[in-house]
């Protein structure tokens, strides 16, 4: 199961609106527990492919390099990625699954329709490794006490 | 100097997420790393011994691909190696 935060929940899927039509992508930060990895932190990434931006995605690794030492510092490790699909199912694709090395880390993809982010949904990367590994379907949770007390703090500021 | 390990990899480094070994160059340290998690080896290199085509080393913020020296780059007990496996994909080819 993945756990993130329903302002976590509604950024990455706002990126993908922001984006269209092109894919946008990002990386979650958190931690690995044993019911799952819980999210504490989403940031956003470019996206390199601007040769074909409107159906592939890829993080600079120096961007990533430098979001891992982000994490460090939180104390947080990477724990997953988000890409969208602008006109495309939620679904992972062969490209993704081609492209997936990072075992054990949460790949959301959001369904963007005509510019409307529809539906999110998770696969876990499991296995040991390139021959093994495979994506699971994965239960989001949108971690509803954090939500209560994000609207309770969006209440207090208005 | 300090080996960054990522998330995948922690599951043969005993779940440490930087190691500490000695070395002269990046490809001395790479060797101490994985002479000490044996399991390691076959995640960052093919069978002929190259660097796998996803796997990214960085030296500090320079990618050792690119660097003049390549994996013969020298080292300092201060310099970070960070391990980073390529993030990509999209829905060309799509779906299941």
Redesign the interface.
Known sequence: MLKLSFAGYEALRAHGEETYPH?C?G?LLGK?APDGNHVRQTVRAGNT?TD?AH?????A??E??RI??QA?GLGF???G?Y?S??D??A???????????????S?VITAVAAGKAATTNSFL?TG??EDDKQFIDEPIEIELMQAAVEMQEERGQA | MNI?I???LR?FTGGE?TVSVPGATVGEALEQLTGAYPELR??LFTGDGKLRS???L?LN?D?IRYLPQKEATPVEDSDEL?V?????????????
């Open positions: 894919e992508c990386v690995a492919r074909s159906n592939r995605y890829n993080i690794p120096e990533l390099v891992q030492r460090r490790d990477i724990v990625f890409h699909h602008p495309h199912p679904q992972w694709s062969a490209t993704d699954f081609a492209e997936a090395h990072w075992v054990g880390c790949y990367l040991t490794g | 960054h990522p998330t995948p599951a997420q076959q995640h996803f796997v990214n960085y913020d990618d960070s980073i496996p390529s993030i990509a994909g999209g829905c060309r080819c799509c779906c299941r």
